[in-house]
């Protein structure tokens, strides 16, 4: 029901945007997050936003990086990354959640597939 897309091969200092394209059902009442998993580390939280868009929340290490937004009227989140350094590589995936903050609690409903992010330095 939610599937991340946008992954792909960038050199350090570049810019990818991810999309994570719901189906199924509506998401727009639902807060949406991106998480990322590196290799031989835990999943960690990367950005939310609230169902309204009203409400963002950033990990510290992706802060004036990376921006989040959403279209309710195409069910799609985005993550844009800018400034792209090594240590953004993972999986990226999308999720839903009841709140921003259930997101921010990892208390997610709905998970999507990933998205694979390299970034050559």
């Known amino acids: 029901q939610l599937q991340a897309s946008g992954g792909g091969l960038v050199q350090a200092g570049g810019s990818l945007r991810l999309s994570c394209a719901a189906s199924g059902r509506t998401f727009s009442t639902y807060a949406m997050g991106w998480f990322r998993q590196a290799p031989g580390k835990e999943r960690e939280f990367v950005s939310a936003?609230?169902?309204?868009?009203?409400?963002?929340h950033y990990a510290d290490s992706v802060e004036g990086r990376f921006t989040i937004s959403r279209d309710n009227a195409k069910n799609t989140v985005y993550l844009q990354m800018n400034s792209l350094n090594a240590e953004d590589t993972a999986v990226y995936y999308c999720a839903a959640a009841a709140t921003i903050g259930h997101t921010l609690r990892s208390e997610l409903d709905y998970w999507g597939q990933g998205t694979q992010v390299t970034v050559s330095s």
């Open positions: 936003i609230s169902w309204g868009g009203g409400t963002t």
